[in-house]
Every structure is written in C-alpha cells, then in structure tokens.
C-alpha cells in the first residue's frame, strides 16, 4: 500500500491510512461507485491497521496466528456523505475506539480526493474469537497494549 | 430472480424474497464467504422491493423515473450471525420498517440454506432524493400507499 | 446451485450446467454486466465440473486434495457475443474438449434466459500441477477415466 | 491513478501504465488473487489507454462521446504466469498492437512488485460500434493517428 503523506485534517486521528485510486468498474449502473466498494475498502484498511500493530499475518489477514485466537467481523456499516466516480484518489482511515471484553469498535472514514473532502465513514465490530474453544475470548492483554500504543491513549472498556 | 416458494418462518414478514447460489468465488481467502458480499445481497433484495411496488425502473434500479426522484442509499449496515461457505443457497428478504419524512428504513435478512438459519441481518436508510433540487425530498404519498399496500400495514412517520 | 433442467440445445454438450441470477450490481457504468462478471460465471462452472467428477473439495474448490495435486488456471479467455442486463437469467455450461499430457482445455458458455440465446463463450487451460515437487504433473489416470465418463467419449491426447 | 516512473523494462513498450495495489480481499479461497481480478486491472489500464489518447470518456469510460460510436469489448483473454498474493503492487501496462478495419487488438502486461516478474499477460479485441447504425464501424483515421502517435509507430491494417 502506498504510503500516505500529508493525510487531511480529517484523517488526523486515524493511525492507519491507505491510499487506492478508484477503479472505472467500480461504479455501477447509476455511473458511481457502488455502495459495496466502500466496504471492500474498510476491509483494506482494518488489515493496514492489524499491521500496523504487528498482527496482520499476511495469510490470514490479521490476528489469526496468534495462540490460535483471531478477529471475526461482527458487524459493518457505513454512512454514504458523497457520491465518489472514476477517476479519484481515496484516503481510507481506520482507528481503534473502543476495546471492551472481547470486542473491539473500529471506525472507519474515507476520504475523497475529488472532493477533498469526506467521502463516507462508519464502524466496524471486531470480535476475537477462540476457534479451538469455539467461542469468544477476552481481548489479550498485549493486543490492548499494541493498539493503545499506536493509538496513543488509553482505550478505557466499555 | 427465482420465485422463492415456501419461505423459512423467519422472513415471514419480508414480502420481497429473492434466492441467490453462493458462488465459491465469493469466498475469500478464510475459505468463507467474504463480508462486502452480504452488501451485494442487500442490493438485489432492495432492487427487488422496489421492483415489488413497481417503482423498480430496469435501467435506473429505482425510483429514479418518477417525478425526477429517486433514491439514495444513505447508510447500511450488516449484522454478521454465522459464516456462510460454498456450497449454500441463500435467500434474502428486504422489508421496509419505518417511513419518515424524507427517508425509509429498510430491513434485509439473509438466511441460509445450509445452516437453516439466519446468516446476516442488516439494515439500510433510503433517502428520496429530488436531483433537479439538488436535495432530499418528502417521500410521495404514491410510494407510502405502495409500500404500506405491499407491508400489508400502515408505516406511522417516525 | 439451481438443478437445470431442459438445457437450450445450444448447451447439449455441456454435461455441467448451473443457472444464476443475473444481479443488478453486476452491471458498470455502461449500464450492462461488466466483463469481469463471466470469468465469476466460468469459474463457477469450471467448479461445477468438478464436482460433478467427484474431484470438486469445497474448500480447495478443485481437485487438490486428491493426492497433493490439484489444478492450476493457466489461461481463460471469452469471446462477449451478446450484452447482458439485470434482470435476466443466466444458465452457464462447462465441458472438457481436451485432455493434454498436463494440461486440459474446458469450453465455456453462457446462455441467456432474456436474449434466448449464447451471450458468451470462452476457453480455459487447466493445467494439473503437483505442489510437492512445484511443476506441472501428468493427467492422472483416473481423472481421465472419470471425465471421459462425464463426457460420454474418449478425449485423445493433443 | 498513480503515475508509475522508472517502468520495470517488461513494460517499456507499454505507454499507458497504471499502478494497483493489491487488496488483501482480491484473495480467494486459495489464498492468492483470484482470476477474474486480473481483468478488472486490465479494464483500467484499458481505459487509462483511451484516457491517454484523449478519447476517455469519464463517464462513458471511453470513446463513446465521439460521434456516437464507442468501443466495444468482443473478446478478452488472460495467461496467469504467476500467483499474485497481498501485499504487492503491480504495474498494468496497456498497448495497441494492431489496428483492423473496425476492430483493435490490445495487449495488457501485469508486472508484479513482489515477484519483480511478470505475473500474467493478455489481449483484448476492441471493436469500434456505430450505436446509431447498430453495427460495426470502420476506425475512425482520427483514432488510428491519435493511436499511432502514442505508440511511436505505424500500424498497418491487418
């Protein structure tokens, strides 16, 4: 992923950030870009975040190969603020906002070259997950350290 | 789109079914089916409602023909209840819940056929949009009587 | 996927046939499914196929778990002959034409409910690899057996 | 699209180039790019092409404006020469190696950052249309020399 230099003011809080140009074969018939690419680029950047905070096996696309233990996406959405199209250039941000027991709220905001301005945000819910126990698991000590750390504050449970 | 015939108990409130094959290409390298795919889902099912009402326009995949209105998908989000794999037959159902000034809420389940249970719920925000105002318009009173004759119940404005 | 029953005679020959959906967000700008969408069609049948050979794990999506070889896409091209557009109905045929000393060609048709007629064909190169030793295997024996069964006559080596 | 300085020599004979990273969620179940994103890359390195010639159409995403005859894709193939995975970037090249009485042939390289190899070629058949008249349309001498003087050279009709 490109390294992204100078992000927004917008983007100030997010420690992960990617940068992708806009495909022409992701609009759709309304000649923008469909509703779903926004989520394919959440996707990319939760894995720039889990990198960043070393836990981003390339194979499993994240936390997986630590203790057997990994994220499941719970739950996504994302709040549309401006149509993007062919051609552009998206800055797509991920930051960390909460970390309860064993869930985790990543929030999520792309914005748009074109418009120089934000282009649709939203929330994610990470869960980790025992796949040996089947079930979910307290969020390890260290991953809240690694996070906190890029996060540079505490992240109090909630 | 297959006529979905014998519907699970738990769309029983969905009048607009469709059911789609999971394609083992809309797995992702978890080996399950990757979660924008769910959004893909959703679509087809809204583009079905509106189809229901008669406000589905083949070209626009909506309202858009109407009055120079249409809508716009202003927010959705996906509720992740178990991991679905290749092979499996979905069926997906969208129902509107909720009719405001100028917005609606939507409800789209999906439910699979392997697992004889709900996957995924997930719920999106419909703005009418009026493009020659440039602005969100009140929803016409023609697409609350079609809705609230498809729902089988009146909408209150909330 | 969708049992087909009553194949167009132009797919007498394909014994792997399944049917989709043609989805409104197939669609590009232009309006008409994007070419991208066939090569998600082909790789369905070609999964089909296999299956229907009894060579089909659903995880690998092919033949690899059998003896630790499986097949490798080498090439895949498609000849676009008819533009399709939601909504329409697709039934999609796989039939192998060519059993080579590694490598193996499958012929691809795409068959559309609303034109009633072919919208596309191409051509893949399977190529049957050994991941153990990293190079390309001889056809295995049995695969041979059991395609020339599905196909109904011998494929002479070319 | 990023502008791609210093092309690895593979591509010097490609003058529209594009540069893409790689999603972790253009993976599939097999664990490496999945083949029907290759033809995604070539499409926009396709409309890259015509963008460089001054015949781009953002929204038609090509030559469509044009005296109402627009390019049409009729054939497209892809030779897979080397597994792509997240993270890489690869560079997309686009050229036009011939120009027919109504149709072009293009061919497409895809250059992987990782491998520092190319990871898979291909060749598109663009073939002018008269929408109006509804069929194939001799190429315009304004596409052929605005053709040719991207490419540095004469291509005879063949």
């Given at each position: 992923m490109m390294v992204v230099t100078n992000p927004p003011p917008e983007l100030a809080l997010f420690p992960a950030l990617i940068q992708l140009p806009v495909q022409w074969?992701?609009?759709d018939a309304f000649g923008?870009?469909?509703?779903?690419v926004y989520f394919r680029w959440f996707e990319s950047s939760r894995i720039a975040y889990l990198e960043r905070i070393g836990?981003?096996?390339?194979?499993?696309?994240?936390?997986?190969s630590v203790e057997n233990v990994g994220p499941i996406l719970a739950a996504i959405g994302c709040n549309y603020r401006r149509q993007i199209k062919y051609p552009d250039t998206v800055i797509v941000g991920a930051r960390i906002t909460r970390i309860g027991r064993s869930s985790m709220t990543m929030s999520h905001m792309v914005w748009s070259s074109t418009h120089q301005a934000v282009a649709a945000d939203g929330e994610s819910t990470v869960v980790v997950f025992d796949y040996a126990a089947n079930q979910p698991k307290r969020v390890p000590d260290l991953y809240r350290a690694l996070i906190e750390k890029l996060e540079g504050r505490k992240l109090e449970p909630a």
């Amino acid at each position: 992923m490109m390294v992204v230099t100078n992000p927004p003011p917008e983007l100030a809080l997010f420690p992960a950030l990617i940068q992708l140009p806009v495909q022409w074969g992701d609009q759709d018939a309304f000649g923008h870009v469909n509703n779903i690419v926004y989520f394919r680029w959440f996707e990319s950047s939760r894995i720039a975040y889990l990198e960043r905070i070393g836990l981003g096996g390339k194979q499993a696309g994240g936390l997986a190969s630590v203790e057997n233990v990994g994220p499941i996406l719970a739950a996504i959405g994302c709040n549309y603020r401006r149509q993007i199209k062919y051609p552009d250039t998206v800055i797509v941000g991920a930051r960390i906002t909460r970390i309860g027991r064993s869930s985790m709220t990543m929030s999520h905001m792309v914005w748009s070259s074109t418009h120089q301005a934000v282009a649709a945000d939203g929330e994610s819910t990470v869960v980790v997950f025992d796949y040996a126990a089947n079930q979910p698991k307290r969020v390890p000590d260290l991953y809240r350290a690694l996070i906190e750390k890029l996060e540079g504050r505490k992240l109090e449970p909630a």
